[in-house]
């Protein structure tokens, strides 16, 4: 029997912004508004579940880091988010840098003064049941009194609950994310703002993944430094992994083939075993690029200010938010609204911008993630002791 084709979430996201082009620029405006009515619905459930979705994923992933390895699951983890804020700040830094370049006031100008957006039919008021700092700080307070009192009921409750909203995102959000984008992308033709994002839209790409190879390359000279490995060697061992990732687009996909590529590094057994997979869910370089660089361009098109102070809160946040994100497509847009929200005031058109554009090049972040968790492997095993071997000292 042969295996059903599925059209993968990637070429569902495309297929999505050129109908919202072609409905924008050709159907009338009622056809229009039915799928702007439907956004503006799904929009609102987002809202809804944005708090549920980091109190499920973020207790769960603290509750479960803190019944590890103790000493080192803290240095694991304590490298990983160094990494991630490091990333975060040298996107910001090279977003300052090359955007105004690409997106001129005259862009900024010709968002401004498009036509006013289309309003849905009506609405459908979803009230989030609470903040997303409320969210945060709960998520936090639940999984480490988890892990501190060390009870299995309570942490198959958080590890249930997590479970519940995955599949939220996987058999609602995720499918319906590509009429979500057919709705934002009419609306956006028809006032006539679809011609300067898309303008700036492929220029932003080229520079993620410019800022994805450029951290890369610097994790594993820090790493290759530390262990005394050869820089060109563990990057080219690692060439198997960073593919595998940009075809499955899942970290948790890629974990089996990231630990081959670090035993032929050298790294010891015990290391590569425990990191890899901790790193899978705690090492978000890639995503903190792409999100940071994407965020800063839907600002500057929306002529919002960006200032490193609330940016750089975003980042320390974002790396907070995003830890076991849920192993889907897109799975750190989805985790990072509401930070998105709340710190950079995105509202629900450029939260939808930002999906679109996030996903459009979300193999790309996670192949960074992954590749980048190598880079901490060899820094967790030199300190543990274990890189001093005979197959270390020959890579």
Do not use: W
């Not at 409905?23 to 987002?46: D, Q």
């Not at 700040?89 to 090279?94: G, R, S």
């Amino acid at each position: 029997m042969s295996k059903k084709f599925e059209l993968g979430l990637i070429p569902k996201i495309i297929v999505g912004i050129a109908l919202g082009v072609i409905l924008g620029k050709f159907f009338p405006e009622a056809i229009i508004r039915i799928f702007v009515t439907f956004s503006s619905i799904f929009g609102n459930f987002l809202g809804f579940i944005i708090p549920l979705l980091i109190l499920g994923f973020v207790t769960a992933g603290i509750a479960d880091l803190g019944t590890d390895a103790g000493k080192l699951l803290g240095i694991t983890v304590g490298i990983s988010y160094v990494f991630t804020l490091i990333s975060g700040v040298f996107a910001y830094l090279l977003g300052k840098t090359l955007l105004p370049k690409i997106i001129t006031a005259d862009t900024a100008a010709a968002i401004a003064e498009a036509g006013e957006s289309l309003s849905p039919f009506f609405t459908v008021e979803m009230p989030p049941l609470m903040s997303v700092n409320t969210s945060l700080v709960l998520a936090f307070l639940l999984g480490l009194g988890i892990s501190a009192v060390k009870s299995e009921i309570l942490k198959k409750v958080a590890f249930d609950f997590q479970a519940i909203i995955t599949k939220v995102i996987e058999n609602i959000i995720i499918p319906l994310l590509p009429v979500h984008i057919v709705g934002i992308f009419a609306n956006m033709t028809k006032t006539g703002q679809v011609a300067s994002v898309f303008s700036v839209f492929g220029k932003v790409f080229i520079i993620v993944i410019c800022a994805h190879i450029a951290i890369i390359v610097f994790q594993f000279a820090i790493g290759t430094t530390i262990s005394k490995k050869n820089l060109f060697t563990c990057l080219k061992l690692q060439l198997p992994g960073y593919l595998t990732a940009l075809g499955t687009q899942s970290s948790a996909a890629t974990i089996p083939v990231n630990v081959e590529c670090s035993e032929k590094m050298g790294i010891s057994k015990g290391i590569r075993d425990f990191a890899i997979p901790l790193c899978a869910t705690t090492h978000m370089s890639g995503s903190t690029i792409t999100l940071s660089i994407c965020a800063m361009s839907v600002m500057m098109l929306n002529n919002m200010p960006v200032q490193f102070s609330s940016f750089f809160y975003f980042v320390a946040m974002l790396g907070i938010s995003i830890v076991a994100a849920p192993g889907v497509p897109g799975g750190a847009v989805m985790a990072s609204l509401g930070v998105l929200q709340s710190i950079l005031g995105f509202n629900e058109a450029m939260l939808g911008l930002m999906i679109a554009l996030y996903i459009a090049q979300d193999s790309f972040g996670t192949a960074c993630n992954v590749t980048g968790d190598q880079a901490v492997a060899m820094i967790v095993d030199t300190i543990d002791g274990g890189a001093s071997t005979k197959q270390a000292a020959s890579i």
